[in-house]
């Protein structure tokens, strides 16, 4: 499960090439599926129309609901880079001190740091489970040197695998990964950037690809290039 997990990131890599994919746009997305299962937890089911609705049809000043307060921290903290004073407007109620100890976690892979932090956050707040999920993900991020959280671990995550501890939670964070490295939703937005702005570009690569012949991704991406156009 550990390799599966590690290929899963290692595709999803290659899938999100800066200047390639509108990755803005593309965080802003798993923002707002993480919403809709953040709130899932508080026992609110609401739609992703919903939800955007609830904060951009929101005057300035105005509450925007309990869902829409949820999708507003979600979408915030994609928004900036991983950093500990960012981390802290978007996190309502954790600390400073909490939010740099969670960044610096260390040892074993990414997702086990990830999963340290989710264990560690749940251990002292329960019902934290917006926060727990948004400093989680920035851990993995930031462990696969990304500069700002990009959604994954609180895709796929249930009430049931929140509950879990040790091997057992690791085992759900990994599978986490591994669902949402594969979810079709994704690569839509990313297959319709690249036919919108990066067709050429694929289409320009050689037969031994972009990168040499040590580089198979280019000929496999002109094929599922192909297949959506």
């Known amino acids: 499960m550990a390799f599966r997990s590690g290929a899963a990131l290692a595709h ?23 919403a809709g299962v953040c709130a899932g937890f508080a026992g609110r089911h609401e739609a992703a129309a919903g939800l955007r609705d609830a904060v951009h049809l929101t005057r300035l000043g105005d509450n925007p609901g309990p869902s829409g307060a949820i999708f507003g921290q979600c979408s915030r903290a ?9 981390l802290g407007k978007a996190l309502d109620g954790v600390a400073a001190e909490r939010i740099a100890l969670c960044l610096n976690a260390a040892g074993g892979t ?11 956050m749940l251990a002292d707040s329960p019902r934290a489970e917006t926060a727990a999920l ?7 991020s930031k462990a696969l040197s990304r500069d700002h959280v990009l959604p994954l671990i609180s895709l796929a995550l249930t009430p049931r ?24 939703f994704r690569w839509q937005p990313i297959w319709r950037a690249r036919r919108c702005g990066s067709v050429r570009w694929f289409r320009s690569c050689g037969p031994e690809g972009r990168f040499g012949r040590s580089s198979c991704s280019c000929r496999a991406m002109r094929w599922r290039l192909r297949r959506w156009t």
């Open 161 to 184: 695998n929140m509950r879990l501890w040790a091997d057992d939670l690791r085992l759900a964070c990994q599978q986490a990964v591994m669902a949402g490295g594969v979810w079709r």
């Open 78 to 86: 994609v928004t900036r880079p991983i950093t500990v004073a960012h």
């Open 12 to 34: 999803l890599a290659l899938e999100t090439v800066p200047g390639v994919v509108p990755l803005a746009l593309f965080r802003d997305r798993l923002a707002l599926v993480t």
């Open 134 to 140: 948004i400093l989680a993900d920035a851990v993995l």
């Open 110 to 120: 990414p997702v086990d740091r990830a999963a340290q932090v989710l264990k560690s």
